[in-house]
């Protein structure tokens, strides 16, 4: 716009200076005027030529004024083209330092490349190398056992071969008076090396049985430690109930339910709240409140954001076991209870048919025994299946079942049995968190199963 603008203001001037020159030569024409003693037509071609002179002066004035381009166009031509020149040199310099410099890169990237894959081998053979230097130390521990064993064989082999001996000449000395008791005492050797081999099973038995009591022990010093803890808190629930009327022990269960996966978000509130409900009834039940006591206002103390936690942690479309649980001790008829909500998730704990817990029996136990050592393995199949995840009954606490039929008929069966014997608990059916934990009791001997109870 400000070009055409230009154009425009050019014309209009030029043609302003065209038509006051042309008067101005038409004035001087008639007026006959004369400068520099020329002749009056001469005078006026002059005046002629000197307006174009401004018209051009004007026109070249007004470019130069306006147009900074023009201007270094006209005065800055070579230098510009001097500086276009060393641009274009430089930009050359650069390009070439640039492909230089990406070739550089592309050899450094490779050496790079190398240096990983050379990396990555040397980490592997130092990984190969230190199991090779653990086995060889495993086996150089093993001979050297193996040595020491020898070691202490050759020296009772020495003793004995000089007992041996010693008694081989006082045999020779003899032997006239033992040739009668020859034939006695070569029987009485088979005898003996019958017994020997005889002990030496026995042998081998009670070190593989050692080997197993050892393991056992280890199960059950864990077990142990588990159950003093119970017994310290029911220590600490016990104390309380002697200080005063306690309706409701600390992390008892208020009620208990499964959330199914892919619920809405209205379905899952829904859900939690006729937990929550539950929970609510239970726990007026256990408080035991008199008929005209009862408080009108909910016993359970909730805020929503309890409510919106719980929501946030069963969000993810799977299935979860919600448990609500007192967060404290609290007397008969108090009405203001604090719960906590526990969420686990709703997965398969054992198939059908795991093994659950093992243990072993000698036959001829008297009846007390046997039953102690049944409920010892009933103990163990509740504490495994706690740790593992199983829930308890939010009413009895206990975890499993076993039908006392069933019970009675694996007494009579082990009754009748004249060696030793194990029997494995196994789940009869899948079990999740909570699910009801449904036992076989599995009795084998010589790692042979003989029968199932269930």
Same mark, same amino acid.
């Given at each position: 716009m400000a070009g055409y603008t230009l154009i425009l203001a050019i014309l209009i001037?030029?043609?302003?200076?065209?038509?006051?020159?042309?008067?101005?030569?038409?004035?001087?024409?008639k007026a006959r005027l004369s400068i520099f003693n020329l002749r009056p037509r001469d005078t006026a071609t002059v005046v002629t030529i000197a307006?174009?002179?401004?018209?051009?002066?004007?026109?070249?004035?007004?470019?130069?004024?306006?147009?900074?381009?023009?201007?270094?166009?006209?005065?800055?031509?070579e230098s510009i083209r001097s500086e276009l020149s060393s641009s274009q040199e430089q930009k050359k310099k650069i390009e070439t330092e640039l492909s230089a410099a990406k070739t550089e890169q592309e050899k450094a990237q490779q050496s790079l490349e190398q240096i990983n894959k050379s990396l990555v081998q040397a980490v592997r053979k130092q990984s190969e190398t230190q199991k090779l230097l653990q086995a060889v130390e495993s086996k150089f521990a093993k001979a050297d056992e193996d040595l020491q064993k020898a070691s202490q064989q050759e020296m009772d082999l020495r003793d004995r071969i000089q007992s041996l001996t010693a008694e081989q000449e006082n045999l020779q000395a003899e032997s006239l008076q033992l040739r009668d008791e020859k034939v006695k005492i070569a029987s009485e050797l088979t005898s003996i090396s019958r017994d020997r081999e005889t002990l030496k099973e026995r042998v081998?038995?009670?070190?593989?049985?050692?080997?197993?009591?050892?393991?056992?022990?280890?199960?059950?010093?864990?077990?142990?430690?588990?159950?003093?803890?119970?017994?310290?808190?029911?220590?600490?629930?016990?104390?309380?109930? %002697?200080?005063?009327?306690?309706?409701?022990?600390?992390?008892?269960?208020?009620?208990?339910?499964?959330?199914r996966p892919n619920l809405t978000q209205a379905e899952l509130r829904q859900a939690s709240t006729q937990l929550l409900?539950?929970?609510?009834?239970?726990? %007026?039940?256990?408080?035991?409140?008199?008929?005209?006591?009862?408080?009108?206002?909910?016993?359970?103390?909730?805020?929503?954001?309890?409510?919106?936690?719980?929501?946030?942690?069963?969000?993810?479309?799977?299935?979860?076991?919600?448990?609500?649980?007192?967060?404290?001790?609290?007397?008969?008829?108090?009405?203001?209870?604090?719960?906590?909500?526990?969420?686990?998730?709703?997965?398969?704990?054992?198939?059908?048919?795991?093994?659950?817990?093992?243990?072993?029996?000698?036959?001829?136990?008297?009846?007390?025994?046997?039953?102690?050592?049944?409920?010892?393995?009933?103990?163990?199949?509740?504490?495994?299946?706690?740790?593992?995840?199983?829930?308890?009954?939010?009413?009895?606490?206990?975890?499993?079942?076993?039908?006392?039929?069933?019970?009675?008929?694996?007494?009579?069966?082990?009754?009748?049995?004249?060696?030793?014997?194990e029997i494995r608990a196994v789940a009869k059916e899948m079990i999740f968190p909570a699910s009801s934990l449904s036992l076989e009791l599995v009795i084998r001997q010589n790692g042979i199963e003989i029968a199932r109870f269930s």
């Open positions: 001037l030029g043609g302003m200076i065209a038509t006051l020159g042309d008067r101005i030569g038409t004035k001087v024409g307006t174009g002179g401004m018209i051009s002066a004007s026109t070249l004035g007004i470019l130069l004024l306006l147009s900074g381009q023009l201007r270094d166009g006209l005065f800055r031509l081998n038995e009670s070190e593989q049985r050692l080997v197993d009591i050892e393991k056992q022990r280890v199960t059950l010093s864990s077990e142990i430690a588990s159950l003093e803890s119970a017994r310290e808190q029911l220590l600490i629930s016990l104390e309380a109930l %002697r200080k005063g009327n306690v309706a409701i022990f600390s992390d008892q269960i208020l009620s208990i339910g499964v959330v409900q539950q929970a609510e009834r239970n726990a %007026r039940d256990l408080l035991d409140f008199l008929p005209d006591q009862a408080p009108k206002e909910p016993v359970i103390q909730l805020t929503v954001d309890q409510v919106e936690g719980l929501l946030k942690r069963i969000s993810d479309g799977k299935s979860y076991v919600i448990r609500i649980l007192s967060a404290g001790n609290f007397l008969k008829r108090e009405t203001r209870i604090a719960i906590a909500a526990d969420v686990t998730l709703n997965r398969q704990i054992f198939a059908a048919g795991s093994e659950i817990a093992t243990l072993q029996f000698n036959p001829d136990l008297p009846p007390q025994v046997l039953a102690s050592r049944i409920e010892q393995l009933f103990l163990l199949v509740s504490f495994r299946a706690r740790r593992e995840g199983v829930l308890a009954d939010p009413l009895t606490g206990k975890v499993g079942n076993f039908p006392p039929d069933a019970l009675t008929e694996l007494f009579k069966f082990v009754g009748q049995l004249k060696s030793p014997y």
